[in-house]
């Protein structure tokens, strides 16, 4: 019978410590593979096909202590393939009623195995549509024990023939995530991920249902101060990804929904900003003056809109609004240095010039707004879309 979580636990409430190949000298597996026993596989599953079985089996054969697979709600017709894994010792199958996302079957995963298996080394968490290949599991694996207080990323080339919206997804996760977080990873999509066991409890609370979560991830650790390690992976894609259920519309426009709303309110804020500022430029001939004065109308727009609807963040009002009128003024600063100078070896218009340099700001002021100025803190973490 597949398990929900209290029958999993009362099956094992220890099991790391159970048959499979814990304690054993590997040597069936290759040389070293037993250190991997203090490990746990976690894979989220949505109708699956059977090529999950062996993919299973084979992870087992690399001596793996515990294998948690979640049935994210595929229905009654992939009930053979998760009752043929809960079947298998060393396996534990757990499910979700109906299809609640990726993000949650991680959440599901990793909370069950962090209350169940404390004493885990670490969790490595593949996908269950073939991408991942056995040896590259027991890889990352090596590369957790190496490195026990990272976070190991399982990393693909991109390099022959890949899916389109493949190669289109990583390269704008990558973009959108060195905007929040500035970082060198090369391959910000991977699922193949090996987690240390300390840093489980901050994932639990990390907000996202689906494919956004595990962005989410990389940007919350990333802002926590955690360090994170490569390791190159083969880059498999069966019959052009197509077992795959990464919406590349709907999905991406989660994981970019933050910086949607920003730029939206950014645009609005720069209209407003820009009327003014042409207004008071025509009736004073003032570049600073204007420039003044359209920053206060339009900044206390922004800091209202930002901190409520953008952000969502519940850090004090008087703490955000000092530190983001810090902001405004050291943009408003920067701004006017870049269009007074421009007017000195140019004749283009101040109005044209003062959009350029409002550009050039949009993407640090985001950052700025985001990991300092309106922080999401964990109790609003589950609002923010």
């Given at each position: ?65 515990w294998i948690v697979v979640v049935d994210d709600g595929s229905g009654a017709e992939f009930d053979p393939i998760f009752r043929e894994l809960d079947a298998i010792e060393g396996v534990t199958v757990l499910r979700h009623a109906v299809n609640l996302g990726k ?12 209350v169940y298996a404390p004493e885990t080394q670490g969790v490595i968490t593949a996908d269950a549509d073939g991408q991942h290949l056995p040896d590259d599991i027991l890889k990352v694996g090596h590369t957790l024990l190496e490195h026990p207080d990272v976070l ?234």
């Amino acid at each position: 019978m597949i398990e929900n979580t209290y029958a999993s636990a009362a099956r094992s409430t220890n099991p790391l410590a159970g048959p499979v190949g814990v304690g054993e000298s590997g040597a069936e597996s290759g040389a070293g593979s037993e250190t991997v026993s203090g490990l746990t596989v976690l894979i989220p599953a949505y109708k699956p096909s059977k090529e999950l079985i062996p993919l299973v089996k084979s992870i087992l054969e690399a001596r793996f202590g515990w294998i948690v697979v979640v049935d994210d709600g595929s229905g009654a017709e992939f009930d053979p393939i998760f009752r043929e894994l809960d079947a298998i010792e060393g396996v534990t199958v757990l499910r979700h009623a109906v299809n609640l996302g990726k993000g949650v079957a991680l959440r599901y995963g990793l909370n069950h195995i962090a209350v169940y298996a404390p004493e885990t080394q670490g969790v490595i968490t593949a996908d269950a549509d073939g991408q991942h290949l056995p040896d590259d599991i027991l890889k990352v694996g090596h590369t957790l024990l190496e490195h026990p207080d990272v976070l190991v990323m399982g990393s693909r080339d991109f390099q022959g023939e890949v899916p389109l919206r493949s190669r289109f997804g990583n390269v704008m996760t990558q973009y959108v995530f060195k905007v929040f977080a500035p970082s060198k990873l090369s391959d910000t999509q991977t699922g193949l991920r090996g987690i240390p066991l300390s840093l489980i409890p901050n994932l639990l609370v990390v907000p996202g249902d689906r494919y956004e979560y595990e962005m989410r991830m990389l940007i919350e650790l990333k802002m926590q101060g955690v360090e994170m390690v490569e390791c190159p992976i083969e880059t498999v894609y069966e019959d052009d990804n197509e077992s795959s259920h990464f919406r590349a519309v709907r999905d991406s426009m989660k994981i970019y929904s933050v910086f949607t709303r920003f730029l939206l309110i950014s645009f609005t804020t720069f209209l407003i900003d820009l009327v003014v500022f042409s207004i008071m430029d025509w009736t004073t001939n003032n570049i600073a003056l204007s420039m003044v004065i359209a920053r206060l109308v339009a900044g206390v727009y922004q800091f209202t809109v930002c901190r409520g609807f953008v952000f969502k963040s519940n850090r004090s009002v008087i703490s955000s609004a000092f530190w983001y009128t810090v902001l405004v003024a050291m943009s408003g600063l920067v701004s006017y240095a870049l269009i007074t100078a421009a007017t000195l070896v140019s004749s283009v218009d101040v109005v044209v010039l003062k959009v350029v340099s409002e550009t050039l700001l949009i993407i640090a002021n985001f950052s700025i707004q985001r990991l300092l100025i309106f922080p999401i803190s964990s109790s609003r973490r589950s609002e923010s879309v």
